[in-house]
């Protein structure tokens, strides 16, 4: 049996305590995801929201035309926007929704901290995989083996399986760590959003 360590600690209350670095390697974790979840391109990935925003012969053809110097951050934040609120659907789902956590939900003042430091990022004009640590290069065709190899790079994780989601055993105690963990619960991947997700109020020395 896994031992559930409680994450009373493992989010700072102050945002301001999360660095800029923690920032960007969530960010990057939350943009690789929403780009893989998309189920409307050509090829379609994932599928597990009907949208097609970051491929140049998509939505994101528009937006380059629109935004020709931030296209493809455009393009990842709205993606990212319908991960969340794919995401969302099923969080309140789930018992005591306002105590789940996932990795498009860390809870306001955190979520907000992380929008703005995709603004800030944005407004650099770099481009995405010049500033942030993405665990694969977005611009290139999506390989189905090459994503999941991707994520199981992050780590082993050991999950619950609960009727609306996929709960983390053992939640680590840094932030970073913590979208690693939920980041490399999506494997094995599924046909809808599998919802990975901790609860801020698991009890120490739960048993699985």
């Known amino acids: 049996m896994s031992t559930v360590t409680a994450p009373t600690s493992s989010v700072p ?3 301001a305590a999360l660095p800029a670095a923690d920032l960007d390697a969530i960010l990057a974790l939350q943009l690789t995801v929403a780009w893989a979840g998309e189920g409307q391109s050509q090829p379609p990935r994932l599928g597990w ?10 939505g994101a053809g528009l937006l380059s035309d629109l935004l020709p110097r931030t296209w493809r951050w455009a393009s990842l934040q709205a993606a990212r926007q319908a991960a969340v609120r794919v995401d969302r659907r099923a969080r309140l789902e789930m018992a005591r929704s306002d105590d789940v956590r996932t990795l498009f939900h860390w809870g306001f003042q955190v979520d907000e901290k992380l929008d703005e ?3 800030v990022r944005k407004q650099t004009l770099a481009e995405p995989e010049d500033v ?3 665990p694969l290069r977005l611009g290139e065709a999506f390989d189905r083996d090459a994503f999941s190899a991707a994520i199981r790079s992050l780590g082993d994780v050991a999950t619950r399986i609960v009727p609306d989601g996929r709960e983390l055993v053992e939640v680590p105690d840094a932030p970073v760590a913590i979208a690693r963990a939920l980041t ?7 046909p809808t959003w599998p919802a990975p997700f901790y609860r801020t109020d698991a009890p120490p020395g739960e048993t699985a």
Do not use: H, I
């Open 13 to 15: 209350r102050d945002p």
């Open 184 to 190: 490399a619960a999506l494997l094995p991947l599924a």
């Open 117 to 119: 430091r995709l603004r």
């Open 132 to 134: 942030l640590p993405f």
């Open 49 to 58: 929201w009907r949208t097609d925003l970051v491929d140049r012969d998509g």
